[in-house]
């Protein structure tokens, strides 16, 4: 099927929302030349394509909840195979959500060698995305909104670390430093797969 991807490296990024997952797969790119795939950036820009589609995914987000596995699977790996050509690497930052998103990609891309778990206490999350929030114009940070993302973080979210623990694959970053602190945790955890 993919062949394109077939050994493509994949470093999965998770973390609770406003936990600096971006943010860290930012600097990943200046410093290591990945290519940044935010499923979060894709629905958005479907969004903002003003598609049908794209009002019907508005509606999920904007209510903090998930938008169907199959829709961001498939974007996700439209975009892999567009970089196929040129990409060192990937940064999938804000996949897998749930255990079957995880599954799913397996099966349908690969297996990732990494995933980073930017970790930061709730309270962090909540006033940073409040923070955020006043120039972001992104319609989910918001209180409420901020509250049921964290609710699913926990539920759905946080077995899929649980689960790739597992396999050995998981580092922990602790993100309650400064960027640059977390920065060269995550340099680290890059560094170690050489
Ligand atoms: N280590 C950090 N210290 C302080 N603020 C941070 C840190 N990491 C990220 N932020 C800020 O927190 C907000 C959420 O970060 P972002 O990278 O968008 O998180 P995520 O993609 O996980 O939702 C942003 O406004 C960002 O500038
Ligand atoms: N893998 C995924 N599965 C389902 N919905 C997703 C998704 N990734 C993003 N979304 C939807 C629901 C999220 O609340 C919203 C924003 O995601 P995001 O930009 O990754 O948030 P953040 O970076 O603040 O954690 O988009
Ligand atoms: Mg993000």
Do not use: W
Request: charged fraction near 30%; hydrophobic fraction near 35%; aromatic fraction near 6%.
């Amino acid at each position: 099927m993919s062949d394109k991807l077939k050994n493509a490296k994949i470093i999965f990024v998770v973390g609770g929302p406003g936990s600096g997952k971006g943010t860290q797969c930012e600097k990943v790119v200046a410093k290591y030349g990945y290519t940044h795939l935010s499923s979060g950036d894709l629905l958005r820009a479907e969004v903002a394509s003003g598609s049908e589609r794209g009002k019907q995914l508005s509606a999920i987000m904007q209510k903090g909840e998930l938008v169907p596995l199959d829709t961001v699977l498939d974007m996700i790996k439209e975009a892999m195979i567009a970089k196929a050509d040129v990409s060192k690497g990937y940064l999938i930052d804000g996949y897998p959500r749930e255990v079957k998103q995880g599954e799913e990609f397996e099966k349908k891309i690969g297996a990732p060698s990494l995933l980073l778990y930017i970790d930061a206490k709730s309270e962090t999350m909540v006033k940073r995305l409040m923070k955020r929030g006043e120039t972001s114009g992104r319609a989910d940070d918001n209180e409420e909104t901020i509250k049921k993302r964290l609710d699913l973080y926990y539920k759905a979210t946080e077995p899929v670390i649980a689960f790739y623990q597992g396999r050995g694959i998981v580092r922990k970053i602790d993100s309650e430093g400064s960027v640059d602190d977390v920065f060269s945790n995550v340099a680290k955890a890059i560094d170690s797969l050489k």
